[in-house]
């Protein structure tokens, strides 16, 4: 991490030392790409990646991506324009918005990033409105950074609850003050259909969900489930049931799973599609992204 960055946050406002500390001592020159994640909680997932040239081809993913450059310069195209942020700097990413990734420099680059449920940060206004939108991917923005560093800060350990409940009511309070348009007012009766939908689509993810069974379990027909659901939760049903098979599969692969066997558990239907969306979604393949793993350290 350029030391600069660092001490200009410390002259404006105090750090936590330990977040510091621990994100300064995870720059390391001469490093090998890799990439390492943290223990999964609540749906939350954290990771470091470290990478030299084009890290990630373009795809979406169905969370909030929110995070802090440490070494280097972190370009992406992002919303038709290319992007770079440099150490210091937060970067946020929409849910369901394509972007790719790239270290800018021949140096390499290393981030951490959190990839956070829209579901957790509409729960902090019991999901009365929608999700806020911030138009700049890169920001200056001291008490966001802090918020990411304490929750980005040990990669090792799951953090409590009460500190999960702390950084993700931060990062919400970040996000709407840096939201780009107004939201608007979920009423309560499409709040309930949304919700439900959603518990249906977590519990049968390995199932093949049909808009009429959604239709008839909500009360709302598939057109404005659809629009509701993307309000309150970032993506379509359609690609949030993707997702949640996308997690089992991780989960799949992290404990050695055969790629064909992961496929048909995670109810996909054949190692072929599985490995298409895979693709779509993380940029990189299922076999690349478990090589990353394994050169974590």
Known sequence: MQKNSVRGFQETEPLAR???SSLERSCKTGFADGMHIAPPSRGIERIEARFHGNGFSPHR???YALGLTLHGVQTF?????GRFSNPGNVIVLHPDEVHDGAAGTEEGLIYRMI????DLIGAVNGHRTSLPFVADPVVRDM???QALADILCDLEHEPGDLALDDVVMRVEAGLRRRASSRVTTVQAAARTAVLYARDILEDCCREEIRSEALEAATGLDRYELARQFRRLLGTSPHHYLVMRRLDRAKQLMAASGRLADVAADA????QAHFTRHFRKT???????????RKNAR
Request: aromatic share 18%.
């Open 267 to 270: 109810g996909f239907a054949d």
């Open 77 to 81: 195209r992002y919303r038709g324009a």
């Open 282 to 292: 993380f940029g990189m393949t299922p076999g690349r992204w478990i090589a990353l």
């Open 18 to 20: 330990h977040a510091v």
């Open 115 to 118: 990839y956070l449920p829209p």
């Open 143 to 145: 008490r966001l950074w």
């Open 61 to 63: 993913h169905d969370t």
